[in-house]
């Protein structure tokens, strides 16, 4: 198995486990830093640092020039936090192109 395939592996299965527990709202799905982190570690063939480049470059993750996270207004505290942004429409292009076979 290739890196490619293993980090849109574990991408699809971190997505689909989101899909379960977190809203899809404009299709994103905002998590804290620390579950963000907690997931990416979960696999250890490659340093946080290493994944989360590569899921920037992927555009796995929305983000910030410099950082994997984006200012996000809490509609419950009514205050902007820094949250990871998953973007759900990429998760769907990988997903389709994953599970698409060639004829």
Do not use: C, W
């Amino acid at each position: 198995m290739t890196l490619l395939e293993l980090v849109t592996k574990e991408f699809i299965s971190i997505v689909e486990g989101l899909s379960d527990t977190e809203t899809v709202e404009n299709n994103r799905i905002v998590i804290d830093r620390e579950v963000f982190r907690t997931l990416l570690e979960k696999y250890q063939y490659m340093k946080f640092k290493d994944k989360t480049k590569i899921y920037k470059d992927l555009n796995f993750i929305i983000h910030d020039k410099n950082n994997y996270t984006m200012p996000h207004k809490d509609k419950a505290t009514n205050k902007t936090v820094r949250k990871v942004i998953i973007n759900y429409n990429t998760y769907e292009t990988i997903k389709y192109l994953a599970s698409s076979q060639l004829n």
